[in-house]
């Protein structure tokens, strides 16, 4: 009797351990699911902000490094892109057509235009002064003058803002405040750009713009204005034309917003302002009238930019078309992504 007893409560004991075991481990599987849920969540968390702030910050270098890690001095295949587009400019250089004794006829912006584009702000400046150096020494030396040193570095520096712009700008699928941000560009840098040369033309008078009734100050006017009309006349009949194709316009938008801003502020201005300081200061020749600065300068300046704008934009923007599939393949490729 005692035996049975026994071994019932045996029995039962191990019935009780084994069921009290089996909710021990139900509740540490429960504890060790919602731990390990816990920690999987803030894990997802954690690698999605961390890979959002990695994004962020790939994006942000590649506004400003567009092929950033890989840098430029240690990487042949961008220096060989690099020194095409310099040779470009220097072979672009030498075709030129004279136009009277100040002014030549030429598209070797071209190549400017592109090492900015497509390198980034960051390097524009150091790479200014070497295709200017080199432009200089191929081009048979003469006198250098700083105003004509600066403008090849401040033309790639440009180049690269807008490249830079057109990077963020690529990928929204609206046009309209791109085509806004053009008009006010242009219509700005006209406005300011006579206004300036105004200013420096009449520095040592009291009479602003037209009230002076100067000749060449109105005729050169009428010629801005003839510039910033054929601008206009450019960018509505291309932007209507292709405002359905998003990347192409905005490719567009950019190049053609990018070469008008350049030659308003590295030809029509600075040129102007340039040559006029160059006779003075280094061949000592004032300008014979007040008006000669305008009339000289500026007027056959505004002619050459309006025979050279539509061809300026069509070659950048065909070179960039194919120029940038290579270099992304390349880019891809270096870093491993296809």
Not at 172 to 181: E, H, L, M, T
Not at 193 to 206: C, E, M, Q
Not at 208 to 227: E, K, P, Q
């Amino acid at each position: 009797m005692l035996r049975v007893w026994w071994l019932q409560s045996h029995t039962l004991i191990q019935q009780q351990v084994k069921s009290l075991l089996y909710l021990i481990a139900q509740a540490q599987q429960i504890h060790l699911n919602q731990e390990y849920s816990r920690f999987a969540k803030i894990k997802i968390t954690k690698t999605t902000r961390c890979h959002k702030e990695v994004n962020w910050q790939i994006s942000d270098h590649q506004v400003f490094l567009p092929f950033w890690p890989l840098k430029l001095r240690y990487n042949i295949y961008l220096i060989s892109f690099l020194a095409l587009f310099i040779a470009l400019k220097i072979v672009l250089g030498i075709f030129v057509v004279r136009i009277g004794p100040t002014i030549s006829l030429g598209i070797s912006w071209v190549g400017l235009a592109l090492i900015g584009w497509i390198f980034g702000p960051v390097v524009a400046i150091p790479i200014g002064f070497l295709t200017d150096t080199l432009s200089f020494f191929l081009g048979g030396g003469g006198v250098w003058y700083w105003l004509y040193g600066v403008q090849e570095p401040l033309i790639i520096f440009t180049a690269a803002l807008f490249g830079s712009i057109y990077r963020i700008r690529k990928n929204y699928a609206s046009n309209f405040w791109d085509f806004v941000f053009q008009q006010i560009l242009i219509v700005g840098f006209c406005i300011s750009g006579f206004i300036f040369l105004s200013l420096y033309n009449n520095a040592d008078t009291d009479r602003f713009l037209v009230r002076n009734n100067s000749f060449g100050t109105t005729l050169s006017m009428v010629f801005m204005a003839l510039f910033f009309v054929f601008a206009e006349l450019i960018s509505w009949l291309l932007y209507l034309k292709h405002r359905k194709t998003k990347e192409s316009i905005k490719l567009f938008l950019y190049v053609s917003t990018m070469m008008i801003t350049l030659s308003i502020l590295y030809s029509l201005v600075l040129g102007t302002i340039s040559i006029n300081e160059f006779l003075i200061n280094v061949v000592h020749q004032k300008p014979k009238t007040r008006d000669f600065i305008l009339s000289a300068y500026l007027i056959p300046r505004v002619i050459k930019e309006t025979l050279r704008l539509a061809i300026l934009i069509i070659c950048v923007i065909a070179l960039i078309k194919i120029s940038e599939p290579y270099l992304q393949n390349f880019f891809n490729l270096s870093r491993l992504r296809w």
